[in-house]
């Protein structure tokens, strides 16, 4: 098994993480090559979160999100179990989708196995939390398994779920303005939680917009753990994902490697 990993020839965009320090200047390095500017990525980003309320607010109003919340709380208020609610195409979109798990919406038999666990080890939902922790932490934040659908029945569940619908449809908007756009929103909500290498590869999120802004391989995945979390401390300090300053700049770099940037994502 590898144990190491190297990537001769790509430029860092960070120092040693022995040193700590941040390469603010790399991010500027390759501009006039890239596809986006760098201003036209700090203009995006700045735009995206001044006007999140307003964005909000227009996203709740379409007919198609009003028509899926209203069919979700009625599927809710009379569901008998969980799986009352997955079964509903519409009411699953919405379920998972505020979760994190659009991505899976067709896999109902996985998603049935999952969403019913606890989320203790072993279970389905522990297994799936190596590709995306989403699986854990929806059956932590909803554990019907022990409590029963009636904990999607209060107000403020079905509040937080519609919202949270509605939050997820504004970050595809968002992607839809500029690839990656939404992810990079996302990303710099969570960021300070993802302070380990293995916090980040276990993140979905976090591996996507780290790695692209490393300009990591996505090879690298097939392999060990050891060697994937290396391949990023070798090129940042998780740690200074504590900075808001530090994460603006990541964010910003993952955009434009991402929209044709030299040190783009290698597929």
């Given amino acids: 098994m590898v144990s190491n990993v190297n990537f001769p020839g790509l430029t860092s965009l960070f120092t040693s993480a022995s040193s700590g320090g941040f390469d603010f200047t790399s991010l500027y390095a390759s501009q006039a090559t890239t596809s986006v500017s760098v201003g036209g ?10 006007n999140e309320t307003s964005q909000l607010a227009s996203i709740a109003k379409q007919a198609d999100v009003k028509r899926d919340i209203e069919r979700y709380t009625k599927v809710v208020k009379d569901a008998k179990t969980l799986d009352d609610v997955l079964d ?19 896999n109902i038999g996985l998603a049935k196995r999952a969403l019913n666990s606890d989320g203790s080890a072993g279970t389905a939902a522990a297994q799936l939390s190596a590709y995306n922790n989403a699986w854990v932490e929806a059956v ?16 403020d569940a079905i ?6 619908f509605v939050a997820e449809k504004r970050l595809d908007m968002l992607d839809q303005q500029m690839p990656g ?20 590869l276990g993140s979905a999120l976090g591996r ?17 753990l050891e060697a994937q979390s290396k391949a990023i401390t070798q090129r940042m300090d998780p740690k200074k994902l504590q ?12 955009l434009i490697n991402l929209n044709g940037g030299t040190g783009g994502v290698t597929a």
């Fill in 41 to 50: 990525v700090a203009t995006a980003l700045a735009q995206a979160e001044k």
């Fill in 88 to 106: 509903d195409p519409i009411a699953r979109k919405v379920f998972m989708t505020a979760n994190g798990l659009k991505d899976q919406i067709n």
């Fill in 208 to 224: 996507e917009v780290v790695t692209t802004a490393l300009a990591i391989p996505k090879q690298v995945a097939i392999q060990s």
């Fill in 159 to 164: 509040k937080t779920i519609t919202d949270d």
């Fill in 181 to 200: 756009l939404g992810t990079a929103i996302l990303f710099k909500t969570v960021a300070k939680n993802l302070d380990t290498p293995v916090k980040i």
């Fill in 140 to 155: 932590k934040a909803w554990p019907t398994k022990t409590l029963g659908v009636e904990i999607l029945k209060t107000g």
């Fill in 243 to 254: 900075s808001d300053i530090y994460v603006d700049r990541l964010v910003q770099r993952y």
